[in-house]
């Protein structure tokens, strides 16, 4: 991805030598066109086109949001109840993600929602632990980061 970004750049860049025009729509023209010339040579590049992968940072970016608005909605309405009905505990997230980065992303996302808490990730990678505010079944709850989180940060990483 970093080398088709930079190779877009270059592109750009030599635009504007070629046009001897250095104003900046001279570089978003050549960037344009670089674009289109890595999009037509991507399957001679070993990684995906780089450009689904900063739409599917923008989507992840987008997700987070939503799920924090939602979680603080959840977290006042349960403070804001005269009676506390919540049913908190922690249980046990099995991860298919591998690389380290992927990994802390998901846990650091998990633990930025209100209302969850990443206590710990085992040995191997492979287990989240995770303390929620209120579980109502725990296929719920790991179906929910399962959909919503992990599979951004696939799209992102892969």
């Not at 001897?20 to 040579?41: D, N, Q």
């Not at 959840?74 to 919540?86: F, N, Q, R």
């Amino acid at each position: 991805m970093a080398f088709q970004l930079l190779l877009n750049v270059f592109l750009g860049f030599m635009w504007m030598l070629l046009t001897v025009t250095f104003e900046p729509v001279a570089f978003l023209k050549g960037y344009l066109f670089g674009l289109l010339i890595i999009f037509a040579f991507r399957r001679f590049f070993h990684s995906r086109f780089y450009l689904l992968n900063v739409i599917a940072v923008f989507n992840l970016i987008y997700i987070f949001v939503r799920e924090l608005i939602l979680s603080n909605i959840a977290v006042v309405k349960t403070v804001l109840k005269p009676k506390l009905d919540m049913n908190p505990g922690i249980f046990a997230y099995p991860t298919v993600l591998e690389k380290d980065w992927e990994i802390t992303i998901l846990a650091n996302l998990i633990t930025l929602t209100p209302g969850t808490l990443v206590i710990d990730v085992s040995p191997d990678n492979k287990i989240l632990y995770v303390h929620a505010m209120d579980i109502n079944t725990k296929k719920e709850s790991i179906d929910s980061i399962k959909n919503t989180f992990e599979k951004a940060i696939m799209e992102v990483g892969r």
